[in-house]
Every structure is written in C-alpha cells, then in structure tokens.
C-alpha cells in the first residue's frame, strides 16, 4: 500500500466516523433524544479517533497516528462497555431507543472494536510509512474537506454540550437544554 | 465542562489544518485526559453485577 493509498483509506475512515457523529447528532435534533454524560464521553472517544485518521491524512501515515485512533477507541469502548454493563441486568432499564434491535452504547462499542481492528490490520502494510509522495489536487480537496467536516461535528457537538449542561457536569438523565430553559417562574 | 474534551479537539483539529502537527497530539492528550476525569466523575454509583 502506498502512502497515499493510505491517506486516501484514511479519509475514507474518516468519513465513516465522521457519518456516525452526523447519525447520533441526528438522532438528538430531529428526535429531541438528548445525549447522556456517558453518550457524550462516548462521542469524544469517535472525535479523538477521527482527529487520528486527520493526522494520517494530512501529515501522511504514521504509527502514532494509529496509536492515536487506537487508544481513542480503547477509550471510548470502555465508556460504553461501563454503560453497557449498566443495562445488562434484565429489568434495569435502557437508555435512549434501540436501532436494529442494539441501544446506541452497543452500537458503539461494536464500532469501537471495529476501529481498533481495521487500525490493527492497516499497521501490517509497512511500506504506507514510506515517504509520502505528491498528491493529486482533486483528492488533496477530499482529504481536506475529511478533515473540516471532522472538525465541524466537534464545534457542533460541543456547542450543543454547552446548551445541555451549562458550565458544569450533565446530569445523569438529561430531559431540557439548561440554556434553553427560560427562568424558573417566582414561587407564590 | 462536559463540552470541555470537544473544543480541545475541535482546537487540535485546527492545529491539523494548521500543519501543527505537535500541537495537534498535545491537544488530543489533554482532551483524553479530561475525558478520563469526566468518566471518574460521572461513573459514581457501583454496578449490580456479580463478576
């Protein structure tokens, strides 16, 4: 594989992520499902991966890039196997609705787990990390445009974080957008 | 505070776009890290769960 087939596959990689973000943000505006703190630490665990597929894509393939996504991965599908565990005992309740018969939090672990092993399999092509060469302008135009689509899921989600929980820490079942709330009325 | 991990890697993305290279995985570590307090936070209540 050369390098810049692996930037190419790298953005390609990005772009799923970044489809992921889009689908769970979709959910929370169309649906009015607001993310739980552990939704959203789940999400920062898909940001961090996607800003590891960003440095492979722009500075060109890199084993600490890997390491990078890996380890955002790692991290992420700990959050969701904590929640997962939360819910696993019959009877304990669910959070958000079930897509295809999983809850978001099993749906992402699973995609964690696939990250993981699709970084795996992608380390084995040692020559990527050759030097890279000169690329083409219509895909250095995908490759960046990748990466700013990334970049503008993190301002959305974090703006959107912001409206949620204010300055502080979510609450545990989240049901308004505390910036949203106009203020309490005075009680009798 | 939650929304603290998201501007810290929207900042690095910046860096990527930037040709911070450096900047850009110092900001992802810093961003990992808070993520690793927020959980410690939020993960307060012990699971029913026999292991």
Request: with cysteine.
């Amino acid at each position: 594989m050369t390098p810049s087939m692996a930037r190419t596959l790298n953005a390609v990689g990005l772009l799923a992520v970044s489809l992921v973000l889009i689908a769970a943000f979709l959910d929370q505006v169309l649906l009015g499902e607001l993310p739980c703190p552990l939704c959203l630490l789940q999400r920062v665990g898909f940001m961090g991966a996607a800003l590891g597929l960003a440095l492979n894509v722009k500075f060109g393939p890199h084993p600490g890039h890997y390491g990078v996504v890996i380890l955002s991965a790692c991290f992420g599908g700990m959050v969701s196997i904590r929640q997962i565990l939360g819910h696993i005992v019959p009877g304990t309740g669910t959070y958000g609705s079930a897509i295809l018969g999983l809850h978001y939090y099993s749906w992402a672990l699973l995609v964690f787990g696939a990250i993981v092993l699709g970084c795996a399999a992608l380390l084995f092509f040692e020559r990527q990390f050759a030097e890279p060469e000169a690329t083409p302008a219509r895909a250095s135009t995908f490759l960046i445009a990748m990466t700013v689509l990334a970049a503008t899921l993190a301002l959305a989600t974090g703006v959107s974080t912001v409206l949620e929980c204010g300055a502080g820490l979510c609450p545990d079942n989240p049901v308004v957008y505390e910036l949203l709330q106009g203020p309490n009325p005075p009680r009798p | 505070m939650m929304s603290l991990p998201f501007f810290g890697l929207l900042a690095g993305f910046g860096c990527v776009l930037a040709g911070q290279r450096g900047a850009a995985l110092l900001l992802w570590a810093v961003s990992m890290v808070v993520m690793l307090v927020l959980f410690r936070l939020h993960v307060t209540d012990a699971l029913t769960i026999v292991l």
